[in-house]
């Protein structure tokens, strides 16, 4: 009898799965709970519920709220509270200026204590304010915490060289400073019973160099306080600001309270040796000045002198 070559083929593939079903039979099963719950033990827990996940180097500041400052300004009195908070507000810029350059994070917190958790440590921690201090400053490198202050002594952002003129603070964050964004914590008051006295908020239009082209004069209440003279086609000109070494011009503005235009080309200065008063003398100006002071205190003229920007002293 002769057996046909498609029979064969077929009665080996059948021969074949019967085979293969049979090895099959002596696998262990694989038990699919077990191993959905061994790679869920491979993912790692969420955080716990914190208010800060320090996972990178960061900056902490704790700050006095609103009526923690009001009540200090009643403590220390108006004007030196002003003046102190100035100060404080250009240190504060400075603190902005490096940690923006280093691209270092930095949160304001404005409570009494902060909890925080640092990834690979298995406790969340707590930063409490010490309530016998104004501001408190601390440094997360990556991997400890430590207080520092606002200059950031003792940290590696201590001498850190920072370029300013590249350097743009997102005026958001420095708004969150309480005080920072309220004239009224500039130095924006003035006396009431003087009628040529402007704001500190107003632009004085003066030609002060007698070329024929007005300069306007304002100030800069921003991070630190400054008098800016603008001209158009020449640089800005600033006072103040902590800005040194010009023909006597004031080093700080921040203790002026009175301004206004001085429309006489003639003007007293008060002349000093070593620092007793010598009496005064008067000087002519290239054109027009303004008077920058303090109630009850004196200031002085600012114009120009043979082309040459001088502050002229005035009082005691």
């Not at 996972?55 to 006095?64: A, E, H, M, N, Q």
């Not at 201090?133 to 920072?162: A, H, I, M, R």
Request: proline share 5%; glycine share 8%; net charge negative.
């Amino acid at each position: 009898m002769t057996i046909k070559p498609i029979r064969i083929l077929f009665f080996l593939a059948s021969l074949l799965l019967v085979l293969l079903g049979i090895s099959k039979l002596g696998l262990p099963q694989r038990d699919l709970g077990a191993v959905v719950i061994a790679e869920l033990d491979t993912i790692p827990p969420p955080p716990p519920p914190v208010d800060l996940i320090l996972d990178k180097p960061t900056i902490i500041g704790f700050l006095r709220d609103s009526l923690y400052l009001d009540s200090l300004k009643e403590h220390l009195g108006e004007e030196d509270f002003y003046v102190s908070m100035d100060d404080y507000m250009w240190y504060t810029y400075t603190l902005l200026e490096t940690f923006t350059a280093a691209g270092i994070e930095l949160v304001w917190e404005y409570g009494s204590d902060l909890t925080f958790f640092v990834p690979g440590h298995a406790d969340v921690l707590s930063l409490k304010r010490d309530p016998s201090v104004l501001y408190q400053y601390f440094y997360f490198d990556g991997d400890s915490l430590f207080e520092t202050n606002v200059f950031l002594e003792g940290t590696p952002l201590e001498n850190y060289e920072v370029e300013s003129d590249s350097i743009e603070i997102d005026p958001t964050v420095y708004m969150e400073i309480p005080g920072a964004s309220d004239e009224d914590n500039r130095q924006q008051w003035w006396v009431d019973d003087c009628a040529e006295c402007l704001k500190l908020s107003d632009t004085l239009e003066l030609d002060m160099n007698g070329n024929g082209t007005s300069e306007f004069i304002f100030w800069d209440l921003g991070y630190c306080t400054s008098l800016v003279i603008r001209e158009a086609g020449a640089d800005d000109i600033r006072i103040g600001c902590h800005i040194q070494g010009r023909n006597n011009l004031p080093e700080t503005v921040d203790w002026v309270n009175i301004w206004y235009r001085v429309t006489e080309q003639e003007v007293f200065e008060t002349t000093f040796d070593d620092n007793e008063v010598l009496g005064e003398r008067k000087v002519k100006l290239d054109n027009y000045g303004f008077y920058i002071g303090k109630a009850e205190a004196g200031g002085g003229v600012i114009g120009y002198v043979d082309g040459q920007l001088l502050y002229l002293h005035q009082g005691c």
